[in-house]
């Protein structure tokens, strides 16, 4: 899906304002509300929303340690690794990868001991081969998409009319 620039007027929106509704976002972006609607649908639809939920800061809810965990796993046992990390709550994000490792995990937890037994259920796994634990000091750049967003070449126009009029002035 290529996103146009009323698209990212409104995906910048819902990041400086999750909580807006359609008519609020319609005021901001000046465009029918109908729009607004049809425009987030679809985008919704196409999988580049995925949800509204509020974003959560981990060490403001209470688990200020967090570690990326990498993993090395054995010879075809992901399905065997996605249930043992999917059992412990800990397991914040994990992706598969390429390189020396296989998976990339972030790991939070509300001490250093309890980052310690769950680095230890994480090695209880007869299918995790090795681990390697980075402890995550502070946040440089906190998880963003709209700066990437807005890189990427756009299309000319966009079919709201009065978005348009309204980014010509």
Sequence with gaps: MTLDELDLALLRALQEHPRAGALELSRTTSVARG????????MEEEGVVT?????????????????????????GALDEVHEALDAIPEVVEAVVTTGTFDVLCLVATASHEDLQRTLLRLDQSPSI??????VVLSVLIPRRVQPLLESAPRPGTTRAPAYRSMTRE
């Design 129 to 134: 081969v090795r681990s390697t634990s980075i």
């Design 35 to 42: 729009t607004v609607q049809a425009r987030l649908r679809r």
């Design 51 to 75: 949800g509204y939920g509020p974003d959560v800061d981990l060490r403001a809810a209470g688990f200020p340690v967090q570690a990326y965990v990498t993993l090395e796993i054995a010879q």
